[in-house]
């Protein structure tokens, strides 16, 4: 993947007290968003051991590390530390032995504690760390927000894609991100996308400038990330092409291997990009809750033929 989650950044999100403060977390990062709960390893077998993931120690655990004697635990922790892992998390606010904290520490090893239950934070931290560490792409296009569809508007620079956005805000619609959207497939359904922090709540228009949404039109008209769900490629109309005018067939493109349904839209002086997006989106929501308009009304063509037979 090629980039890592900060500890730093890790400890502030998920809660973290720090229970090794000597232990330096500047420029410590995690690679993988996995973890391990490291019951093997206790029991004394680091065959095959996920030394590169965050080692995570519940209940269990710590009552099985409880009924072993001294000299038996002191051998698990003083190889345990051997390994350089990323961190180790006690949760169930559990306090983890004084040798480990000592051992841990020489080795540059943070120890952290946790509150929260042990199965509830597992789930919690992989579903950060999958978003946080999910293969990233960057395009050019305008993302919004439309009766709660990601819509993602593209084409050509110049040919109105944050116009159309603009509108849509002003119709109580939410922007993401103009000109550079940050798309993440987060798994083999879902693509996320966001802003750069640079550009973020930043509208750029042609003539006027820059426009800052957030502030223009209040925190209500933006958002910071957005599942897509619809792609609007906009288009100079051609008079020898052949636009869909039914909409049986569904057309696609394609991040990151994941298919999303796209619209070629043809641009014209005089058509409301506004509506039309609002009622792609709105189309679109409407074939995902099971009812397509093109297939009613092919389905009233075929019932008045029989008839008329």
Known sequence: MGHGVKLSELVEKME??????TVELKGKEVSIPEVNRPALQLSGFFDHFDSD???IIGYVEYTYLQTLDYERKIKIYDELVTYKVPCIVYSRNLEPDKELI?????QD????????????FMAELIRWMNVK????ISIHGVLVDVYGVGVLIMGESGIGKSEAALELIKRGHRLVTDDVVEIRKVSDETLVGSAPD??????E???????DVKSMFGVQSVRETQNIDLVITLEDWSREKEYDRLGLEESYTEFLGNKVVCHNIPIR??????IIVESAAVNHRQKQMGYNAAQELYKRVQENLAKNR
């Open 16 to 21: 973290l007290k720090n229970l090794t403060p």
């Open 53 to 55: 993931r965050v080692q």
């Open 102 to 106: 000592e051992k841990a520490a020489k």
């Open 109 to 120: 090893i943070p120890i952290f504690q946790t509150e929260k239950q042990t199965s509830g």
């Open 133 to 136: 560490l999910a293969p990233c």
């Open 198 to 203: 640079i550009t973020r709540h930043f509208i």
């Open 205 to 211: 228009l042609r003539g006027i400038g820059i426009v």
């Open 269 to 274: 002086p005089g058509r409301n990009l506004a």
